[in-house]
């Protein structure tokens, strides 16, 4: 299986034109979810960006599993970019689906300086309840998803195992939907 993530663009108009296509889109991504192959996913909490996390047997399955979205066929996405795991720490749980905004939550990236130790960081952050996700890109870039709204605290969390370049680790907000 190959995991990916996917940074969306997203129209202009998004927030107004996603509504029409909304509760398709939803229930799509759930059934993709319930077949395995939707790991989690939302936009940024203004609607200029969406980031999905997939879970495919085969790269040609990506172009499908997002151009066949109600959101795409509607316009609300007008774009995207994906980047493939090389490892990837898996959530212990699905998350039951929030469409209000209340679920903020924090993506931190960035290089790693010890990969196998930064993997392992992941895994310590999952199980203690600070990452949802995340994982290794073959350049050794890293993301996770990290279960704080304070962009500061979600950083200090990375740095403070010493595995990542802490100067060189980003957070971006992000609304955790499912």
Same mark, same amino acid.
């Given at each position: 299986?190959?995991?990916?993530?996917?940074?969306?663009?997203?129209?202009?108009?998004?927030?107004?034109?996603?509504?029409?296509?909304?509760?398709?889109?939803?229930?799509?991504?759930? !059934?993709? /979810?319930?077949?395995? @192959? =939707?790991? #989690?996913? +939302?936009?940024?909490? &203004?609607?200029?960006?969406?980031? %999905?996390?997939?879970?495919?047997?085969?790269?040609?399955?990506?172009?499908?599993?997002?151009?066949?979205?109600?959101?795409?066929?509607?316009?609300?996405?007008?774009?995207?970019?994906?980047?493939?795991?090389?490892?990837?720490?898996?959530?212990?749980?699905?998350?039951?689906?929030?469409?209000? !905004?209340? /679920?903020?939550?924090? @993506? =931190?990236? #960035?290089? +790693?300086?010890?990969? &196998?130790?930064?993997?392992?960081? %992941?895994?310590?952050?999952?199980?203690?309840?600070?990452?949802?996700?995340?994982?290794?890109?073959?350049?050794?870039?890293?993301?996770?998803?990290?279960?704080?709204?304070?962009?500061?605290?979600?950083?200090?969390?990375?740095?403070?195992?010493?595995?990542?370049?802490?100067?060189?680790?980003?957070?971006?907000?992000?609304?955790?939907?499912?």
């Amino acid at each position: 299986m190959i995991v990916y993530h996917v940074a969306i663009r997203t129209s202009d108009d998004y927030v107004t034109r996603r509504e029409a296509h909304r509760r398709a889109h939803l229930e799509r991504l759930q !059934g993709l /979810r319930a077949a395995g @192959i =939707v790991i #989690g996913g +939302g936009p940024a909490p &203004d609607g200029s960006a969406a980031e %999905l996390f997939y879970r495919l047997q085969q790269p040609p399955q990506l172009q499908k599993v997002i151009e066949e979205d109600p959101y795409w066929i509607g316009g609300a996405w007008t774009g995207y970019t994906p980047r493939s795991f090389s490892e990837f720490v898996e959530p212990w749980e699905m998350v039951p689906v929030v469409i209000d !905004g209340s /679920r903020r939550v924090t @993506i =931190v990236e #960035g290089p +790693g300086t010890d990969r &196998d130790m930064a993997q392992f960081a %992941l895994i310590e952050m999952r199980g203690a309840g600070r990452i949802a996700f995340g994982g290794f890109f073959e350049d050794g870039r890293s993301l996770a998803l990290a279960k704080s709204a304070d962009a500061d605290e979600a950083l200090g969390w990375f740095r403070e195992t010493g595995f990542w370049a802490a100067a060189e680790l980003t957070a971006r907000a992000f609304l955790h939907v499912l």
